[in-house]
């Protein structure tokens, strides 16, 4: 409740109130002019007061018009210093100045001082209460559940102070000829108090508004985002449609990204009917959940002509090389008899499930190629991108299995012929650990050294076993990969340390 919408008990004081509020804007410039109680009836030219019908005193109609004339013929008959006398008002009576007129005057300046206290505390109210409606539009938080409060509880002491004023007001006319100074006196007195209470009050809500600022200034923020918020997210909706409407224009039916933007269309319900029923930061989470679905949608339908034109490139290339590691699967069966004929079992064992295991996997791949060109041709885009990612694993595995069996054929000739290469090559990495390992120092340190020493005694006995009668050339070359390997974690752990040390 406003200032201004306070109903006291006082019979009239609504519309004094309402014509107090005018008053001190200006928007009621005929109310000073407002008689009194007493006052409401018509003075005659002379500035006497007519006669009320209502009193005894006053004489019948008939005895009227003799007055009248009486008083007519005393004038004209009267000498001309006693007429001057009467037209300049030559009595004792003063009709204006004066103590009594002094105290009018304060207290009408104290009844306008109590109006603009009056207004300012209305305008302050009123102002007040938009923001109180921004935060509860808002924030459900208890913080603005209490400024709610506390501002009802102003409100009331508002009224009390909005009543005392109007009661003041209503109680004494100042306009009045026949204003005592004692009733002015009093008048003042109590449009003052009332002023002081206003001013009081005015003090108190200008308190509490200066304390909503962070409450408002949230509240604010957040309705400032709610209409482009929304905006944006209508306007994905639409970009999404359009790029819907273009892609099936080209032949694609994208019916699983319709489905998606169909299911937006009670957001964009919801989002419509406003904050005022769905509240406001739920309808801000709405809009940026539709405006970042409805994005994707746009985004995906845009992709996919040439997501549909990557699937069919894919299918080629990946049923060409289907068609290729066909013909090379054949080639294993050679290499393992070139293998099982010159050397130990240990060194071709693990290849012996390859080429059974090359035309299993080729096998499943074309099964799953077709599966693919079918959902493709069925527009299942998940579907087919699926099928071809299981075509592209299953032939790297059978492409890395075949290559496997012609590289340990190479390599265990190489080894065969000339062991000593693989030998140095070994030693070369051992002693460059080693002297990295004892660089600046009088002796390496042991989680350094002790790895190394190791490396060089395993190095030793792979040697010795190549002097068997069936050496085997794969454990050889297994167990030098793996002293290099050693070798390699040594000096990255010794850079690191060092690199540190030197920050």
């Excluded at 001082?113 to 808002?138: C, G, H, M, P, W």
Aim: proline share 5%; aromatic share 2%; hydrophobic share 40%.
């Amino acid at each position: 409740m406003t200032a201004t919408d306070a109903q006291p008990q006082a019979g009239n004081a609504g519309a004094v109130r309402e014509r107090s509020r005018r008053r001190a804007v200006g928007a009621d410039p005929g109310a000073r002019s407002v008689p009194g109680p007493r006052e409401r009836h018509t003075a005659d030219p002379s500035g006497r007061r007519a006669p009320d019908p209502h009193d005894r005193r006053t004489p019948a109609p008939r005895a009227r018009r003799a007055t009248a004339l009486s008083d007519l013929c005393v004038l004209v008959l009267a000498p001309l210093p006693l007429l001057a006398l009467a037209v300049t008002g030559g009595g004792t009576r003063r009709w204006f100045g004066g103590r009594g007129e002094g105290q009018r005057a304060e207290a009408q300046a104290a009844k306008d001082a109590a109006a603009e206290a009056f207004y300012e505390l209305d305008t302050a109210q009123r102002d007040l209460k938009i923001s109180i409606e921004t935060i509860t539009a808002v924030d459900s938080s208890p913080a603005a559940r209490k400024a709610v409060d506390d501002f009802a509880a102003l409100g009331r002491r508002i009224d009390e102070a909005s009543h005392a004023y109007i009661t003041a007001v209503d109680a004494h006319d100042l306009d009045r000829d026949d204003l005592e100074s004692s009733v002015a006196s009093r008048a003042r007195a109590e449009l003052t108090s009332a002023k002081e209470q206003l001013i009081r009050v005015k003090g108190e809500l200008d308190r509490f508004g200066a304390g909503l600022g962070p409450l408002l200034g949230s509240a604010e923020t957040q309705l400032a985002r709610l209409a482009p918020a929304v905006e944006r997210a209508r306007q994905a909706l639409l970009g999404a449609s359009n790029a819907l409407d273009s892609v099936r224009a080209s032949g694609l039916r994208a019916d699983d990204l319709a489905a998606r933007l169909a299911a937006l269309a009670p957001e964009l319900t919801k989002l419509n009917q406003g904050a005022g029923r769905h509240g406001v930061p739920e309808t801000l989470q709405r809009a940026d959940r539709v405006l970042r679905d409805a994005e994707a949608v746009r985004a995906e339908a845009e992709k996919l002509p040439e997501r549909a034109a990557e699937i069919d490139r894919r299918l080629v290339t990946l049923r060409t090389r289907a068609q290729a590691l066909t013909t090379r699967s054949a080639s294993v069966e050679p290499v393992l008899s070139e293998l099982r004929r010159r050397f130990s079992a240990a060194c071709w064992q693990d290849l012996q499930p390859v080429p059974e295991q090359a035309a299993v996997n080729v096998r499943r791949a074309e099964e799953k190629l077709k599966e693919a060109s079918q959902a493709r041709d069925e527009q299942r885009w998940a579907d087919a991108t699926s099928r071809l990612s299981t075509v592209r694993a299953l032939l790297n595995a059978t492409d890395e299995a075949v290559s496997a069996a012609g590289d340990r054929l190479r390599r265990l000739d190489d080894v065969a012929k000339d062991p000593q290469q693989e030998i140095q090559r070994t030693r070369f990495a051992i002693r460059d650990a080693q002297r990295l390992a004892m660089a600046g120092r009088q002796t390496p340190e042991p989680r350094h050294a002790r790895p190394l020493d190791d490396a060089v005694a395993r190095l030793d006995q792979a040697i010795t076993a190549l002097e068997n009668r069936h050496p085997d050339y794969w454990h050889f070359l297994t167990v030098t990969e793996g002293l290099r390997g050693i070798a390699a974690d040594v000096v990255a752990d010794i850079r690191e340390e060092r690199g540190a040390g030197s920050h």
